[in-house]
């Protein structure tokens, strides 16, 4: 090149304007040689911030596909998805989270609560979010964040929950889950059936729970019911003296030793469980899935006292309008369409509206899923990796019996600032 | 090369000839005071937005109050009375901030230690043992290995050898010399201390070997000769001309494990309080002003450690 520089007598410092001159115009021209079929639309892209829970490829591969919106995951942590949403409102434009955070969200007036008159499939949402109860009519536990508490506004920029329905929907529910303790039968080799046993001495240096205050405080509140020590007005919303009684049974149980680790982490907790450093500990329904995956024996213990349940679902930040907030519609309206309902139920969650995703499920996946009969035939990942062999049973059973044996959900008390303060206070213990 | 070819040409005459009469009267006209500033004012500049600014908002802010889901300005000290709750009432035992910090400097000064111990030796031998300057940039490199994973992995990998069924453990156990898995091998202060160990060593090493490399040869032959043991020559030649990198590296390793909290959270299996761990769970909780006074906490108690090493050794004079 400065063979032909010299003979030409072009210098290098002209040389390199033209050429960024030219990678200018290239780069100028790039807009309109890039996208020749959308001038006059602009390309539909979502940001979604979210946990990792919903945010497949495959969703946002098939979203693409039947609506043309491209979807930008933002991944964080359920407590980083909160910060970011009080911090930076314009950084996303979707936005899924689960109903506990709702009392700090709404307040913040970040986020904008969607209208249930746009949504087709709203009159099909399980009345596990409307009304508190199973398809079947099984009344389920309300302590806690409830999603139906949370879930209607009193007006359009309302920051009052209402207590009746109305069109100002806060999320508009997505997904949700009955939890329990996740246990490796083939070392304990007995029944387990109470929350009692995460403390139970015998599994001393064995056991685990979540290393989210919010949600720790509340298996220790299962615990402590469960031995018959204490009944709580509402495990979701303590008192100063119910936090002090609950935070001195976890100290209590930390010095002796019965905690081997805390987990924060999907795969923190998997690894847990199947390196056999913990032999009970609070659980996810995959993560369970996961361990039985690797060809270990982990069972996620249905027991007496009930499941703690989660859920979430969309809303959209309040920097959203006009065509965006269209987009936003058309999207949420797409989840609820069935594809990605049953993508979450073959993982184990369970999806919204369930006649949609019943429809994109075989016969067999929705009997061993949701009816908790045995699998006539093997279960299968949505990624096609082998979760079942046939004549296996859901642990739990049915949905039915799943969610309607929630006791408890996910809460932020109006405690907080002392719960967070007591917990630093246990973990200097 | 046809580049350096390319630039000679380029000048014309004129402006060589310009520019050189140009310069010393300027260079006159500006004072050398003037210049030193004009050659720190860059790093001073992003010190200032970087790192003054900010820190002067995180005291601001720390004096704020707050509720549930948002900062309100008004002077509040509740950050700092809630952090020190109960440390008069709980008297003789320890509140929640003392054990923290009782708990965080243990931890410190027992990882100070050992990297000390580990890094002079390191740096004494790539700077005395090995000949080659490619040996001792290839060894040192080496020392870097620790840095190219993240946590999340580095925490995996410590179950299979660490873990109830470890490596270590099934070894211990194969071999007879113990019937029961060690349990405080992982998840404990013993795991702890190692993964900072292994991690921080390495800022003990870089300032200490470049201390070393600094003495004059002469001065070691001089002790020799003079009929020193070597051990003589240790203690009374080389550790004092390596004060400096000593001190500058415990200056890193106490100010990087004073404000760790996500090393001590996976290995200590999130069980073992420290510092950074309070503030992290409160701005977890969207407490920021409490986190903020946390931090300030920290950071007064930080610097009175660093003053006082620094008393020990004149790091500006020894430079």
Known sequence: MTETTRKTGVSRRTLLKSTAGLAGLAAGSGAITGFPYVMSTEPKVLRYLGTAVNEGDDISKQCLKDTGIKIEYITATTDDVTKRVMTQPNSFDVLDTEYFSLKKLVPSGNILALDSKKIKEFDNITPVFTKGETPGGKKIGSQGTAPWKVLYLEGKDSKTFSKTATEFVTLIPTVYNADTLGIRPDIIKRPISSWAELLNPEFKGKASILNIPSIGIMDAAMVVE???????????????????????????????????????????????????ETVIQSMWSPAVTKVRSMGIACTFQPLKEGYRSWASGFCVSKGVSGPKLDWA?????????????????????????????????????????????????????????LLEKAGAVRDGGSYEDRMGGVACWNAVMDENDYMVRKWNEFIAA | MDTSEDILQQPSPDLVRGSETARPAKAARLSPSFISWLQAGPMMLVFLAFFLIPLVFVVIVSFWDYNEYQLLPTFSGRGYTDTFEGCIAQLPDLCTIG???VKTLKLCVMVWAITLFIGFWVAYFLAFHVKSKTWQMGLSLLCTIP????????????????????????????????????????????????ALVHLFTFFMVVPIFNS????????????????????????????PLAKPGIVI??????????????????????????????????????????AAANAVILLVITFLIITMMSRIVDIKKEL
């Open chain 1, 226 to 276: 469960a031995t018959g020590k204490y009944k709580y007005a509402d495990k979701g919303n303590m008192t100063k003296e119910e936090i002090d009684l609950t935070m001195k049974v976890m100290t209590e149980a930390k010095k002796a030793g019965q905690f081997r680790a805390f987990w924060k982490d999907f795969n923190e907790s998997v690894n847990l469980m199947a390196s056999g």
């Open chain 1, 329 to 385: 519609y058309e999207f949420v309206n797409w989840f609820l369409s069935g594809y990605a309902g049953a993508y979450l139920n073959r993982q184990g969650y369970y999806s919204a509206v369930l006649s949609t995703a019943k429809a994109n499920m075989e016969p067999y996946e929705w009997a061993y899923w949701m009816e908790g009969k045995p699998a006539e035939k093997d279960i299968k990942a949505p990624d096609g990796s």
């Open chain 2, 99 to 101: 054990r923290t910090y």
């Open chain 2, 147 to 194: 840095f190219w994973t993240s946590n999340v992995i580095r925490m995996i990998a410590w179950i299979p050898l660490l873990g109830r069924n470890g490596l270590v453990n099934s070894g211990l156990v194969k071999s007879g010399l113990i019937n029961q898995p060690l349990e405080w091998l992982l998840f404990s202060e013993f795991s702890v201390v190692l």
């Open chain 2, 212 to 239: 070393m490399v600094r003495i004059d040869k002469s001065l070691i032959e001089a002790a020799y000769d003079a009929g020193a043991t070597g051990f003589q020559t240790l203690v009374n030649v080389i550790i």
């Open chain 2, 249 to 290: 590296g415990s200056i890193f390793v106490i100010t990087i494990v004073m404000g760790d909290f996500i090393t001590i959270g996976v290995m200590g299996g999130q069980q073992i309080a420290s510092a950074g761990k309070i503030i992290e769970t409160r701005v977890n909780a969207l407490q920021f002003p409490a």
